[in-house]
Each structure stands twice: as structure tokens, then as C-alpha cells.
């Protein structure tokens, strides 16, 4: 299955090492963890959020590369955390970091969850249905994926990439 991540430019598409800058699903030094979104709008979204990016004039300083990621088998195991702690802010961050935390104490290697950055629905793609046209709502879904991966292989989509013009407005933003 096909999964979607945006870097810098200057680095790989997954982090290597535990070195790794804290973020939802893992505090410092409990890297590498990776996430992934169904959608590219989810993988800019999640940028946008994060750099909190509002201004549709602002996308054309970006330049990151957007990764086509195949995962032969993503997690089954979803995200049992209620779904105002999975789209929270910064200070559900501990929350979910310690379910994190759990799960891999356990041995899962990752696990599924609603993604935070795009708004409900938002996840819809698009169609060409008499010129282009959206596609049904959907929400769109993260990947968390622990440990290393070397057995992942991607595939750069675009490496001057920068975000659609429509995006901000979609984006659940803190």
C-alpha cells in the first residue's frame, strides 16, 4: 500500500536514528518514529499544521520533496485514543505519546490513527467527472510506524514540491 510523506529536501524520507525532533507519537530520544498519511494532502497538511502555515501566499517559499512510501503490510492495530486527543493540540501530546509508548513496550511495530491535520472529510482527492471535480469525503489516516525501516522503499513524487493553493483552508490547524 502507498503511503505519503514530505521531507527536506537535503534528507531521506525516514529517520534513522533516535535523534529525531519530538513530536505526537514519540517524545525525545524514542525515535525513529515515522509518519505516514493515505493522501498527499494529508502528508502537506501535517507540514502546514506543524510550521503553522495559514496564508496560501506563504506556499511559494516551500520547497520540500513528497515521497511516495510503499508498505507491503501497514498495522492493523488502530489508535484506541479518543478522537479529540488524536486531533488535539500540543497538550495531547503526553496523552498520546504514552500510548505510543505502550505499544511498542508491547512489540507492535506501529498502528493506524485518524490524521490530526486535515480537517474531517477533507482527505477527498479529486475526480474528472466533466473537467475536475472533488471526490466523496473521507478522512484521512496516518501510518505511526517504530524503529527503523530499511525495508521500505519510496519514491520521490515531487522534490521542489510545494503545498496545492486550496490546502490551508482544509488544514484542522491548533
Known sequence: MIFFRHADPRYPFLWETPDQPPARWHDVGEGPVHYLSDTPDGAWAEFLRHEEITDPEDL?????TMWAVDIPAPPERR??????????GPGTYARC?????RLRAEGESGF???GAALQRGEARGWRVSR???PGEDRNGRVVVLFGPRPDLTGWPAATSGRPPAYLPERVHHY
Open 112 to 114: 493506524s490513527v485518524e
Open 97 to 101: 505519546r504514552r500510548y505510543a509508548r
Open 79 to 88: 489508535s484506541g485514543l479518543p478522537l479529540a486527543v488524536v486531533t488535539g
Open 131 to 133: 473537467g475536475l471535480a
Open 60 to 64: 511559494a517559499g516551500i520547497e520540500r
